[in-house]
């Protein structure tokens, strides 16, 4: 993908069959992909899927899948049949996990894995018994997932420098937790502007919120291709 708004992934999180509809016809044609999550998965399923992958340039299933290697490999076939451009899988799955999703894809979605959620830091990971910095968790994660042949990872915009060097194209790092200048932060806490996103080393920046709850989702769709069109 090149710069500007391919560089987007619009996430569809919603509830609403209609609502999907209609960010799935304005965001499609216009950023580089349209990522479907857990909430709209769940609700509406593989229709849910195909009405993002009929207005997307690519379809991102961000399902994160974690389980024993045989099930996350028939899940894998399963989101290829769907038409999944890419898919998430749970770099903690491990890498014979992460082996055998990679083989399930078989020319099909770039399994990327995802490392931190954002909502994570360091006194939720010690509370869950993985004490240590963030960021050395990710680049451990990363570099094992890229070894099992995962073909991307998912990160937070602040591991992105670190990560990046020990992982440089064409693996691709996707980036959620992109709050444009002025947003709210939500329940993101290691987040960082698109821009700054751009300029550590994203190649896929996932924005949700912030365009598709916007009060002017047309003028915030601007403002974010001004922003990304300073970036480095």
């Known amino acids: 993908m090149s710069g500007g708004l391919d560089r987007v992934a ?76 890419l898919l998430t899988v749970h770099a903690g799955g491990g890498p014979a996990m992460i082996e055998a999703a990679a083989r399930a894809a078989a020319g099909g979605p770039t399994i990327l894995a995802v490392t931190l959620l954002t909502h994570l830091d360091e006194r939720e990971l010690d509370r869950l018994g993985l004490p240590g910095p963030p960021a050395e968790r990710v680049l451990d994660w990363v570099r094992l997932a890229r070894a099992a042949g995962a073909g991307g990872a998912v990160c937070s915009p602040r591991e992105l420098p670190a990560v990046r060097g020990a992982a440089p194209p064409p693996f691709q790092l996707v980036t959620p937790g992109i709050r444009p200048a002025g947003s709210a932060a939500d329940d993101q806490r290691r987040s960082a502007s698109a821009a700054e996103a751009l300029d550590a080393g994203a190649d896929l920046l996932v924005i949700g919120r912030p365009l598709t709850r916007a009060a002017d989702p047309e003028a915030a769709l601007a403002a974010l291709a001004r922003e990304l069109g300073g970036a480095s």
């Open 10 to 85: 619009v996430a569809l999180d919603t509830s609403d069959r209609a609502e999907l509809a209609a960010w799935a016809e304005r965001f499609g044609p216009r950023v580089g992909a349209l990522k479907v999550g857990l909430e709209a998965f769940v609700r509406f399923g593989p229709a849910g899927v195909a009405e993002a992958r009929r207005h997307a340039r690519a379809l991102f299933l961000d399902l994160k899948l974690h389980d024993i290697p045989n099930t996350v490999a028939g899940a894998v076939a399963a989101a290829r049949d769907l038409g999944a451009d």
